[in-house]
């Protein structure tokens, strides 16, 4: 079984949907959680960044943590088609920020 | 500054052919790392430094693979007499401790795609 477990998807919704992206971790030293977002045949790039549980808000992009069930949410208001991407996400314990343990990947399509 | 660059782009090579890839970090970073990347697959975990200093490599990682990082700015990762197994994307990131020490905020390339024939 892996550390961290992501629904490849690929997750298809109209545009102007709410869409709910989700991983679920093994590991309980999780201290920090990232969402990256990669469009194809580019790096990833950093969304939003969590630590410990809560929610954090940016723009149209919610990222939510509850370490009491080892599940993380990636919520996008009103989507667009510009969002369709893969959406990976990563963690790493409080004491080992040099490497990260990442998801597989979410492949979310947004239709016009 | 215009982030992390990753060169070539895309290589071909023959099985048993020695490859590098060049990673040019943002200048202010000093911790850089290399992951490989699949398809379907979120990126894996190869080597990391520190400056100069190569601080971790995974243990994954097969003897033939090798990074350097010699005066502590660009790096080069060398993969000597390449395998069928080892067409990936090879992703570069850099990072600077910021405000939340422990945040491991990274900055990644573009990739270098490797194809082994």
């Known amino acids: 079984q892996k550390e961290v477990e992501q629904d490849p998807g690929p997750l298809s919704v109209p545009e102007g949907a709410i869409v709910s992206l989700n991983c679920t971790y093994s590991n309980s030293a999780f201290q920090y959680f990232m969402w990256y977002r990669q469009y194809s045949r580019k790096g990833p790039e950093l969304l939003m960044y969590?630590?410990s549980s809560g929610n954090k808000e940016d723009g149209r992009f919610t990222a939510q943590v509850d370490k009491s069930s080892k599940y993380i949410s990636l919520f996008i208001r009103d989507s667009q088609p510009s969002d369709s991407a893969t959406y990976l996400c990563?963690?790493?314990?409080?004491?080992?920020?040099?490497?990260?343990?990442w998801g597989a990947g979410t492949k979310l399509i947004i239709k016009p | 500054d215009t982030g992390v660059s990753q060169n070539p782009r895309h290589k071909i090579t023959k099985r048993g052919q020695n490859v590098t890839f060049r990673c040019d970090p943002i200048?202010?970073?000093?911790?850089l790392y290399w992951y490989r990347q699949t398809l379907g697959q979120g990126p894996e975990f190869l080597t990391y430094f520190q400056n100069e200093a190569q601080l971790e490599k995974s243990r994954l990682l097969s003897d033939r693979f090798s990074a350097e990082r010699p005066k502590g700015s660009f790096s080069t990762l060398e993969i000597q007499r390449t395998e069928q197994g080892d067409s990936a994307m090879y992703l570069c990131a850099s990072s600077y401790p910021g405000p939340f020490s422990g945040a491991n905020v990274l900055t990644f390339g573009a990739g270098s795609r490797l194809t082994v024939l």
């Open positions: 969590t630590y």
């Open positions: 990563a963690m790493s314990p409080m004491d080992s920020n040099y490497q990260l343990i």
């Open positions: 200048s202010e970073h000093n911790r």
